[in-house]
């Protein structure tokens, strides 16, 4: 065997999972069903049914785990072609051929397009022919379910990276410890309240994960400096959102939450850094997570000071609102209070609650990091 014909085929052998697929089989001639059977079951799970309305119900039960349907066209009740169109409204990505007599061109090709057919095959047909459709079909099948297996493991991975960042930031320092994961979780619970779709409340929690990569770039002595920060260093330390931003827009999928994380400094006043945007200017999750990052600020211990009790940080950003924050942010805070005081002494159960990418990685972090987790946060808390 040539060693370009032996690729392919190892190409096409990889595709092909190791467990038994499932083909269903529509003809009103049982004498055929019986055939088919016959000829297909020692490698494939058989499915049967004597016409097109019997059909949808066996997809209807097993859309999952169906991979292959071979329907007759001429049939009583309801026909091959009626049928096929249906199939794709329970799994679009089953294959589809279709057996049929001779028929004009035109409805062979508007049967072809409606039932997204794999392939037709005129009758009467050679039992080999069929053999090697079906072969073919499932190979595509498969094909197309390790694309999709790809797709997700990727997708695993891309979240995997984002948490390992999150994580080496977070611990990067004791004081840090467990800080991104909980402005993360906070801002998500605003979130849910506002009532983002998935896709926001995701980008949402990249942008918390990631909110204060910049600070991989500052210096360790400022980072971690036991006391509070001179202005000089406070600011080096003010670059940090810039910093981060522009990390994250190399990152082509998250170009759009660049934005998020180089706000999360800045006030509803236009007093933040690093550009002074007022009010709206702010996007939304710059606003959420502004908020989110301070009231962990206040209620971390620092270095140089203890942790605020909940209630009076939520009184700070009380007096804070319309100036510090979002008004109606700030509000919608105080309203879930309850939720974000059990979500601080909860982390790790409630992140996982919240989070959607924890449902695409194994997520963990020791519960007794995050219990003792503290924050050394430059950022000026409410004060
Ligand atoms: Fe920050």
Redesign the pocket.
């Known amino acids: 065997m040539s060693y370009e014909l032996k690729k392919s085929l190892d190409t096409v052998l990889d595709f092909i999972p190791d467990e038994k697929q499932t083909l269903l089989f529509v003809d009103d001639e049982e004498n055929n069903l019986q055939l088919l059977k016959r000829t297909f079951r020692g490698k494939y799970n058989i499915l049967t049914a004597h016409n097109g309305l019997e059909a949808l119900d066996v997809v209807k039960e097993y859309a999952d785990v169906i991979s292959l349907i071979v329907s007759d066209q001429k049939m009583p009740v309801m026909e091959g072609t009626e049928f096929l169109q249906h199939v794709k409204e329970y799994n679009p990505q089953i294959i589809k051929i279709l057996l049929t007599g001779h028929v004009g061109t035109d409805i062979l090709v508007s049967a072809i397009n409606d039932c997204d057919l794999f392939q037709y095959i005129l009758k009467p047909f050679e039992l080999e022919e069929l053999k090697i459709a079906v072969e073919n079909g499932i190979v595509k099948h498969s094909m197309a379910n390790n694309n999709k297996l790809y797709y997700k493991e990727l997708r695993a991975l891309f979240y995997k990276t984002i948490k390992a960042m999150s994580n080496t930031l977070d611990t990067k320092d004791a004081y840090t410890n467990g800080h991104s994961l909980r402005v993360t979780l906070y801002s998500m619970i605003l979130a849910k309240e506002l009532h983002l779709d998935n896709q926001y409340m995701e980008d949402i929690e990249i942008a918390g994960l990631l ?2 990569i ?2 991989i770039a500052m210096p360790k002595n400022i980072l971690c400096k036991n006391g509070k920060l001179t202005d000089d260093e406070f600011k080096v330390m003010k670059s ?2 810039v910093k ?1 931003g522009r990390i994250v827009f190399n990152i082509k999928k998250l170009q759009l939450i660049s934005s998020w994380v180089k706000t ?2 800045e006030k509803w006043d236009g007093r933040g850094y690093p550009e002074g945007l007022k009010g709206e200017e702010i996007p939304l999750p710059g606003r959420i997570i502004a908020l989110a ?1 301070t009231y962990d600020a206040m209620t971390s211990t620092r270095s140089y000071r203890k942790a605020l009790s909940h209630e009076t940080a939520i009184e700070e950003i009380k007096r804070c609102s319309g100036t510090q924050f979002d008004p109606k942010l700030a509000e919608l805070f105080i309203s879930v209070a309850e939720e974000i005081n059990f979500a601080r002494q909860h982390p790790v159960e409630m992140y996982e609650k919240y989070s959607f990418l924890g449902k695409n990685i194994d997520f963990k972090i020791s519960s007794e990091a995050a219990a003792n987790a503290r924050v050394i ?3 000026q808390a409410v004060q």
């Open positions: 909110h204060d910049g600070k940090h959102p981060g999360h400094h990052d946060e430059e950022t």
